[in-house]
């Protein structure tokens, strides 16, 4: 493989690919395959197909698109992983010009009945937009390579550290590893880093911190958290705010829920726009709701899917001039 103009393209997308020879045997799996199937790039080689394509009938589509010179698609195909999981998969073959296949498979989420339903909206985005991000992250790269001075190779350290956290975001809605990655988070620290992404704006509001700098870490996804920051952030901007303030605080005697948070971390995101809408109020946080025509009603509603998934809580109190919307995240173990 070594030498196709392609590789280096393949090796970024988040699509898997592979390519196997006329025995159905791996030739080559580029990362975003070896990561699905739980393999690296040399114990996958050289490995005949059926190890993780195993359904017969499969396997005789694969020979049929090889045979017949032609695209064959799979739907929800079964992967046998190599550590033992069972995904399913919808998979594209064609013949690749050297008398083998290329395989391009795209990993569909794991069904669940406790799934809720944005998080099944949000899958069909995330499939979507995942070559796209690819793309971007790419881009970044050259230009980061290809440009002087440190303030415009940064710019592009920041949209290539922004498509890597959308991509990570996706995968976990596409993968059945969805749950959150815990961990110790400093709040402030994203706080900061969400600055940093509203001032590389067009348009920048101007900002205010109110902080709290004795606040303890919290236990959650950094990742997540920071999406839910941006969301609230972006969503005032693009609702008409000028300046936002960013406070936290703690708070206690929270009710999250059915539970009460004997101590939590209050977050608030406060702008200086017009407020929510009044037909809006009662059902902000639902999915596919949104005050903006161009708006597509995701951002809340996964806000507040992410705080209640860490045992915390999204609110907002709205009036003209001042919208506060406050994130809840608890600082001790919450009890009933």
Do not use: C
Request: aromatic share 4%; hydrophobic share 45%; charged share 25%.
């Amino acid at each position: 493989m070594s030498g196709q103009p392609w590789q280096a393209w393949a090796e970024q997308l988040a699509t898997g690919i592979a390519l196997v020879d006329a025995e159905l045997r791996a030739r080559w799996l580029n990362p975003a395959l070896t990561e699905l199937l739980g393999s690296g790039m040399r114990s996958a080689v050289g490995q005949p197909l059926a190890l993780w394509l195993p359904a017969a009938d499969d396997r005789a589509q694969a020979r049929r698109a090889l045979d017949e010179a032609r695209y064959v698609q799979l739907r929800e195909a079964k992967l046998a992983a190599f550590d033992g999981r069972m995904l399913e998969a919808d998979i594209g073959m064609q013949p690749d010009g050297a008398g083998g296949l290329l395989l391009e498979v795209h990993a569909l989420a794991e069904r669940s009945r406790t799934a809720s339903p944005l998080s099944a909206t949000l899958r069909g985005f995330a499939h979507e937009v995942k070559n796209p991000l690819a793309g971007l992250r790419g881009a970044a790269q050259l230009l980061q390579r290809r440009v002087d001075g440190a303030e415009l190779q940064a710019l592009a350290g920041l949209i290539i550290d922004e498509a890597d956290r959308l991509a990570a975001l996706a995968n976990r809605l596409l993968h059945h590893d969805g749950a959150a990655r815990l961990g110790a988070v400093n709040i402030h620290q994203l706080l900061d880093r969400l600055s940093e992404l509203l001032q590389a704006e067009p348009a920048p509001p101007r900002l205010r911190h109110d902080y709290d700098p004795s606040l303890p870490d919290v236990h959650g996804d950094a990742g997540r958290l920071q999406q839910v920051l941006l969301n609230l952030a972006r969503n005032a901007v693009e609702a008409g705010a000028r300046t936002l303030i960013l406070r936290t605080r703690a708070e206690h005697g929270v009710r999250a829920g059915t539970r009460v948070l004997r101590s939590a971390l209050r977050v608030d995101v406060i702008d200086d726009g017009p407020g929510v809408p009044a037909e809006l109020r009662d059902t902000l946080f639902e999915p596919l709701v949104s005050g903006r025509a161009d708006g597509t009603g995701l951002g809340l509603a996964l806000s507040r899917e992410i705080a209640r998934e860490h045992g915390g809580e999204l609110r907002r109190a709205s009036h003209p001039g001042e919208t506060v919307f406050s994130l809840y995240l608890p600082l001790e173990r919450a009890h009933e």
